[in-house]
C-alpha cells in the first residue's frame, strides 16, 4: 500500500494553515508584479537573502549616478519624466517578473506542499512533487536574481546624465549561498520520492 497519512490532526491543520500563508504570500507578490508599471517603489529588491524596500526607482542606481541626478534640478526632472515612460514602465515589469516570478512559484510550491501534507491518504507522495518544483523555482530564483537587479539598473541608466550603460551586478557568494541552498533542497525531495517509490514497489511485490 501507498504512504499513508502519518500527521495528527493538530500537526495536520497546522501544516494546511501555513500553506495558505505561503499561498497568500504567492499571491501578494503577483500583485505586486501586476502593479509594478504603476508604482516601482513598491518593488522590494532582493539581493539573495537580503530585501530592501527602496524609496524610488532612482535608489538603485550607483552612488555617484545618484549624486549626479540628485545635483541638478534638470537632470532629476528628465529622469522622473524618463520613468514614466510607457515602454520603461512595461520594461520595469518585465525586470520584476524576472526575479519575483520564480520567487512567487517558490512559495506556490511549498504552499501547496504543505497543504497537500495536511491532507489525507498518501499524503507524502502527494506533497513531494510539489516540493520538488518549488526546488526548482528556488534554483532558477537564486540564479536570475542579481540578472534582474542588473536588468533593472541598466533600464534606467539612458534617463540619468550619464547615457545608457552596461551594469552587472554580481556577488558570487550570495549566488553560491542561494543556488547550493536550492539544489540541497531539491536532492533531498528527489531522495525521498525515491525512498517512497522504493516502499510502493515493494508493497506490490508484497
Same mark, same amino acid.
Given at each position: +500500500?501507498?504512504? %499513508? ?5 493538530? &500537526? ?22 501586476c ?9 522590494? @529588491?532582493?539581493? /539573495?537573502?537580503h530585501?530592501?524596500?527602496t524609496?524610488?526607482?532612482?535608489? !538603485?542606481? *550607483?552612488?555617484?549616478?545618484? %549624486?549626479?541626478?540628485?545635483?541638478? *534640478?534638470?537632470? @532629476?526632472? $528628465?529622469?522622473?519624466a524618463?520613468? $514614466?515612460?510607457?515602454?520603461? $514602465?512595461?520594461?520595469?515589469l518585465? !525586470? ?5 516570478? *520564480?520567487?512567487? /512559484? ?24 510539489? #516540493? ?13 536574481? *542579481? #540578472?534582474?537587479?542588473?536588468?533593472e539598473? +541598466?533600464?534606467?541608466?539612458? /534617463? %540619468? ?11 558570487? &557568494? ?5 543556488? +547550493? ?14 525512498? !517512497?517509490?522504493?516502499? $510502493? ?6
Amino acid at each position: +500500500m501507498p504512504a %499513508t497519512h502519518l500527521l495528527t490532526s493538530p &500537526k495536520a491543520r497546522i501544516c494546511r494553515v501555513a500553506g495558505g500563508f505561503f499561498l497568500a504570500a504567492a499571491l501578494c507578490l503577483a500583485a505586486v508584479i501586476c502593479l509594478a508599471p504603476a508604482a516601482p517603489e513598491l518593488l522590494a @529588491l532582493c539581493n /539573495g537573502p537580503h530585501c530592501e524596500v527602496t524609496e524610488g526607482p532612482i535608489d !538603485v542606481l *550607483p552612488r555617484e549616478i545618484q %549624486t549626479q541626478v540628485r545635483s541638478s *534640478p534638470d537632470a @532629476l526632472a $528628465r529622469f522622473e519624466a524618463y520613468r $514614466r515612460r510607457p515602454l520603461v $514602465r512595461v520594461g520595469a515589469l518585465g !525586470v520584476a517578473a524576472v526575479s519575483l516570478v *520564480p520567487f512567487a /512559484g517558490l512559495l506556490f510550491g511549498v504552499g501547496l506542499a504543505l497543504r497537500r501534507l495536511g491532507g489525507g491518504g498518501d499524503a507524502l507522495g502527494q506533497a513531494l512533487p510539489w #516540493l520538488r518544483r518549488a526546488s526548482l523555482a528556488a534554483i532558477v530564483w537564486a540564479l536570475s536574481s *542579481p #540578472l534582474a537587479e542588473s536588468l533593472e539598473v +541598466m533600464l534606467l541608466y539612458p /534617463g %540619468t546624465p550619464a547615457g545608457a550603460h552596461w551594469h552587472i551586478v554580481l556577488d558570487p &557568494k550570495s549566488i553560491m549561498t542561494g543556488l +547550493m541552498l536550492a539544489v540541497a533542497a531539491y536532492a533531498a525531495v528527489w531522495a525521498m520520492e525515491a525512498g !517512497v517509490q522504493a516502499q $510502493r514497489d515493494l508493497a506490490e511485490i508484497v
